[in-house]
């Protein structure tokens, strides 16, 4: 790498380290920490196998774009990711730094996943990935999000939440079952990488399943 090319790599890092940490300050109930994501994170992120066949996948809470960069390097060329980002500052900062056709940015509320992914999506995701905060979540809005995921993610698709604490098993485990969990803990904080998979049966028994969570989803979902 040239030394122009490093200045230029080292600034924007600089740049999307200075504007998560506004972000953090300017909206401390919706961004989990004061830092980007480690490169210890972001490896484990690219090991993710999910990715690797997938058509079409989910990502809350890119941020500044650092996990969304290492989602796009391991999913196929004729892929397609939709990043739902709650705070503007950050979903403008992402449009700009990421630059990739299969990439579409969201500036929403991933509580409203169920209806941005209808709104933009021909496929039932192969995965869901979320680095939104369940911490920050009451119980009620929590269990709204996990509903959510399980109902449009494809039979066979993986949930996928990286997580400084356990506050999402509370919820994702009766849904999901237990998870495949991963530490990073050389990330700042030291985090999990949660992996819950979806059942691949179509069977009848859980399409009735997923109309009666659409259904609760939906009663929860006028709430907000």
Known sequence: MSSASQFANRRSQMTSAWRFLRGFIENPGHVASVLPSSSALLSRLRDLKCLRDSEFVIE??????????????????KSRLLS?????EFAVHLREMVIDPRLH?????ALKLTELSAL???LAPDAVISGVPFSHFSDEQANRLVRSVRVCLKPGGTFVAYQFRNDVR?????????PQVTAVPLNIPPLSIFEWSKPASTSKEMARSDWSLSRNHGAIGNKY
């Open 170 to 178: 509370d919820h994702a485990d009766e849904l999901f079952g237990r």
């Open 84 to 88: 739902i980002e709650l705070v503007p």
């Open 60 to 77: 809350l809470g890119p941020g500044t774009g650092e996990t969304t960069q290492a989602l796009l390097e391991s999913m196929p060329a």
């Open 120 to 122: 933009h999506r021909e």
């Open 105 to 109: 940015v969201v500036q929403g509320n």
